[in-house]
């Protein structure tokens, strides 16, 4: 039964210590189900949307035991291993130093897009958690300079995202590396079938918390909607951004050009502004976030690729100025606010050609957008519709047409 405790979870002192010095009050559902059951040594099939709480309920009983058991790796081996995206897995690595307080564990974040030379340094000594991207760890895998052998906890973050992204392949071969006697745990935002086999060959009689459908009802953010054609969006984006309200923003775009256009625009009105993408190289993105997590940047502009990842506190609204192509995605998005307990807003720029995304977001989070602008547009499909219940059937045209020649043919010449 979940508590409402960090407490009651089972967790060490110094960990609670350092929960309460983080400003962590209570567990979130997924902490709350999924720690005792780690701590348990059970493998987990965790299913819960961003922001809540996913990286500390797994973070947390990992700690916790290798603090407990404390061995010396041997030269390039590591005792766990969390797999993520880089963005994600350079946030976890920050959370793992934050939880672990004045511990002396080792971490290690191997990352692609910067160079190797130091991640090899750090990991000739060997190291207790490794937090990687799939491609990094097995670049290291294949030089000798990372092994999985001595590995007893395990965890695959953001497994759709990770499938999504192709890793497919990457994942495979890191799991066959590992121990056969180890723990493993993995966490997903949605469960597609290829998550499913995916955890039946990771995962051994796994416990499965699933806390993702109560997960957007939940948060407490304002959702609306602005009904703009597609040239009217930047003019739109710069008026909101007018009201000082919105003090720290997130505008989601679809594509990288989309995000650059956006950013190019508004820097050239003023407005503090920085673009993330995937083009960006790592050290460019991570500048991206510091600026926006300082202050330095007002606009954060990114793709998708941010939608999971960006752990930043304060954020005020989310602006979709491109509906996602998933609708699940838009859940993500709108994630980036509202977190720690804050309220927070959500603004959805929605043409003609997105009403079918709109509808299809409204169905996965079960509700309606509450319109701030602008007015549905007709679709073609709705024209269309709307044109042939206007039209006469062809019998009533031809009935129409007859009762026309009746009356010519009855009418007196003059």
């Known amino acids: 039964m979940p508590t409402n405790t960090f407490t009651a979870l089972g967790l060490a002192e110094s960990l609670l210590r350092s929960l309460e010095k983080e400003g962590f009050v209570r567990p979130t559902p997924i902490q709350a189900s999924a720690i005792p059951h780690l701590l348990a040594g059970r493998d987990l099939l965790g299913i819960a949307q961003t922001g809540t709480g996913k990286t500390a309920a797994f973070a947390l009983p990992m700690l916790q035991h290798l603090i407990s058991a404390p061995v010396r790796p041997t030269q390039f081996a590591t005792r766990a291993l969390i797999l993520a995206r880089r963005e994600l897995a350079l946030q976890i ?128 953010i304002e959702q609306h909607v602005h009904f703009v054609e597609p040239a009217g969006k930047r003019a739109l984006l710069h008026r ?55 202050g330095g940047a007002r606009v954060l502009v990114a793709t998708d690729i941010a939608a999971r990842g960006i752990d930043v506190t304060g954020i005020s609204h989310v602006i979709n100025f ?42 996965v989070i079960d509700t309606r957008l509450q319109v701030a602008g602008g007015s549905a547009p007709i679709v073609q499909a709705q024209r269309t519709q709307i044109q042939a219940e206007n039209r006469p059937s062809r019998r009533r045209r031809r009935r129409n047409s007859m009762a026309g020649l009746r009356l010519t043919a009855s009418t007196p010449a003059p």
Request: proline share 5%; aromatic share 4%; charged share 25%.
């Open 240 to 294: 909101l951004l007018g009201d000082p309200a919105l003090s720290r923003v997130i505008v989601f775009t679809r594509t990288k050009r989309g995000a650059n256009h956006v950013a190019e625009a508004l820097d050239t009105s003023g407005v503090r502004v920085v673009a993330l993408h995937g083009n960006k190289s790592q050290p460019a993105r991570q500048k991206a976030l510091e600026q926006f997590r300082t």
């Open 322 to 363: 491109d509906l996602p192509a998933q609708p699940e995605d838009y859940v993500h998005r709108i994630g980036r606010t509202a977190r720690a307990g804050a309220n927070g807003v959500a603004i959805s720029f929605c043409d003609a050609a997105q009403q079918g995304a709109l509808r299809a977001i409204e169905r």
């Open 93 to 220: 690595e920050e959370s793992l130093r934050r939880f672990g307080g004045q511990r002396t564990l080792q971490i290690v974040a191997i990352v692609g897009g910067v160079s190797r030379f130091m991640q090899v340094q750090r990991m000739r000594r060997g190291t207790d958690i490794v937090v990687g991207t799939p491609g990094r760890v097995c670049d290291l895998m294949a030089t000798g300079e990372l092994k999985l052998n001595q590995v007893s906890r395990f965890v695959l973050d953001e497994a759709d995202r990770m499938l999504d992204l192709g890793f497919i392949r990457d994942i495979r071969r890191i799991v066959a590396a590992l121990p056969g006697k180890r723990q493993s745990a993995l966490f997903s935002a949605t469960m597609p079938p290829e998550v499913g086999t995916l955890a039946e060959t990771l995962l051994r009689n796994p416990l499965r918390v699933d806390v993702a459908r109560s997960a957007p009802a939940k948060l407490p």
